[in-house]
């Protein structure tokens, strides 16, 4: 970046906001007066005030220029590599988890913990009539079930959307399930017996523990951050020491971290699994989620050999409870067609073609165009929220998709407690011990999700749970 007139002005610009010339929440010089300033051009310094915000370091306010933000973007780097990995151990997933669970889904409380879709989307109104038309076109579909492969009109449409991930499959290669958990269960009863080593990435959702303990699976945690998500130095560490039977990662837009793994990254993961010659399950359930103009490429697009099972589902894109997902599973295929029959059987046909026709011509591709930019802008609001009520040593990652964040509290708070107070306010929280089988981890972190609208309540509700923060202190 030094390299450039626009990078070297850049790199002033965050020294000085390191050093504190430029202070949070202080405005920095315009972008006229600081070209005429630098004797250079304005394009010039829009791409270095660019950079900055791509940094999450600036912020602009619409008729008002550039601004330091408030809280710093949580850098959540993964601690230095050792030697030696930690240790495979039994997943025991807190009562608690079902407790947030429970409570998510009651309207006395206002939540940031339930991963869901906003509902404030026209695209809810949208299924309602395919639904019905679907119904009318042929009323006896939603009767029985459908061959075991699943809906041969929704793997068509999943297999054509597939390409935006950079993956070539053909409908046959594909099998529905009962949204993207129960594929991850098929795929994890296809590969494991009790007792087997799971990989996962920490801090890691607590859906897939849960999967991982049901099983009688051991967990080794890798470690992971907000940008690149899980270490492949430390995955390839834990190769060398532990005889692991599986990897379970979320690489595109992770949860709880909302980070999205480099595409080279991508690539030296498929390396090691070949090197290795162990499978992994591939959770995307967020890959079509990014604020990006283009979709990421999925580490199933590098897999050449089959060892990349993709699960994904429309939970998180459209409604969870449609209950339509499906698994890519490459060369486990009759392994994964015979799981899902001993389990399941099939799923019911009317979801699938309802869902079928949604992406087909449905208006799904607008909607995701909405909910994007939806999400970007409901991230950057709260992100502005917890620099402006939050204690100032709190820091918060910055996805670049999906709609999680992980936020990490000032030294001395706990997220636990904070997880109790804010609930007697009725306000539900996820604390960090969730995401780890190792309940003394994250005991200063907490998730928040911003799929729903800013209100006035929910805006409120964030400053009550600084104000929770701040008494600890």
């Given at each position: 970046m030094e390299t450039t007139l626009y990078g070297?002005?850049?790199?002033?610009?965050?020294?000085?906001?390191?050093?504190?010339?430029?202070?949070?929440g202080e405005k920095l010089p315009s972008v006229r007066s600081l070209s005429r300033k630098r004797s250079v051009s304005i394009s010039t310094i829009l791409t270095a005030y660019g950079i900055l915000e791509d940094q999450g370091l600036v912020e602009v306010r619409p008729k008002s220029g550039y601004y330091v933000r408030r809280v710093p973007v949580h850098e959540h780097r993964p601690p230095a590599i050792s030697q030696r990995t930690s240790v495979p151990r039994k997943v025991a997933t807190p009562q608690r988890v079902m407790e947030v669970m429970r409570d998510s889904s009651s309207p006395q409380f206002i939540s940031f913990a339930a991963a869901l879709p906003g509902t404030d989307f026209p695209v809810i109104h949208q299924l309602k009539r395919i639904f019905a038309r679907v119904i009318r076109s042929a009323p006896f579909l939603g009767i029985g079930y459908d061959?075991?492969?699943?809906?041969?009109?929704?793997?068509?449409?999943?297999?054509?959307?597939?390409?935006?991930?950079?993956?070539?499959?053909?409908p046959e290669e594909i099998i529905t399930t009962a949204g993207c958990q129960s594929a991850i269960g098929l795929?994890?009863?296809?590969?494991?017996?009790?007792?087997?080593?799971?990989?996962?990435?920490?801090?890691?959702?607590?859906?897939?523990?849960?999967?991982i303990e049901a099983y009688g699976l051991k967990a080794i945690e890798i470690p992971s951050d907000a940008e690149r998500g899980m270490s492949i130095d430390a995955l390839r560490l834990a190769f060398e020491q532990w005889p692991i039977k599986v990897v379970l990662s979320i690489p595109s837009y992770s949860n709880p971290l909302g980070a999205l793994m480099p595409s080279q990254h991508k690539q030296q993961l498929v390396s090691?699994?070949?090197?290795?010659?162990?499978?992994?399950?591939?959770?995307?359930?967020?890959?079509?989620?990014?604020?990006?103009?283009?979709?990421?490429?999925?580490v199933k697009s590098f897999d050449r050999h089959g060892r990349v099972l993709l699960c994904s589902s429309t939970s998180k894109t459209l409604e969870p409870q449609l209950g339509v997902g499906w698994v890519i599973p490459g060369r486990y295929q009759e392994q994964i067609e015979y799981q899902k029959f001993i389990n399941s059987v099939?799923?019911?046909?009317?979801?699938?073609?309802?869902?079928?026709?949604?992406?087909?011509?449905?208006?799904?591709?607008?909607?995701?165009?909405?909910?994007?930019?939806?999400?970007?802008?409901?991230?950057?609001?709260?992100?502005?929220?917890?620099?402006?009520?939050?204690?100032?040593?709190?820091?918060i990652s910055r996805p670049q998709g999906g709609f999680v964040a992980w936020i990490q509290l000032p030294r001395g708070a706990s997220a636990l407690q904070l997880y109790l107070?804010?609930?007697?306010?009725?306000?539900?929280?996820?604390?960090?011990?969730?995401?780890s089988a190792n309940s003394g981890?994250?005991?200063?972190?907490?998730?928040?999700?911003?799929?729903?609208?800013?209100?006035?309540?929910?805006?409120?509700?964030?400053?009550?749970l600084g104000e929770l923060v701040a008494r600890q202190l």
């Open positions: 070297k002005i850049a790199n002033q610009i965050i020294g000085q906001i390191r050093a504190g010339i430029f202070k949070p061959s075991p492969k699943g809906s041969e009109p929704l793997r068509r449409q999943v297999a054509r959307r597939a390409l935006d991930a950079g993956i070539l499959c053909s795929c994890l009863r296809a590969l494991t017996s009790a007792g087997d080593i799971i990989a996962v990435e920490t801090p890691c959702y607590y859906g897939l523990l849960q999967q090691l699994i070949e090197q290795y010659d162990v499978p992994m399950i591939e959770d995307d359930i967020y890959g079509e989620l990014g604020y990006q103009d283009r979709r990421p490429p999925a099939s799923i019911s046909r009317l979801p699938q073609l309802a869902v079928a026709e949604m992406l087909d011509h449905g208006g799904y591709d607008r909607h995701l165009r909405l909910a994007r930019e939806s999400y970007r802008q409901r991230r950057d609001r709260l992100i502005d929220l917890v620099g402006q009520y939050f204690p100032g040593e709190t820091r107070d804010a609930r007697e306010e009725g306000i539900l929280i996820s604390p960090g011990e969730l995401f981890k994250y005991q200063s972190s907490i998730r928040l999700t911003y799929s729903d609208a800013w209100t006035a309540s929910r805006i409120e509700a964030v400053k009550t």
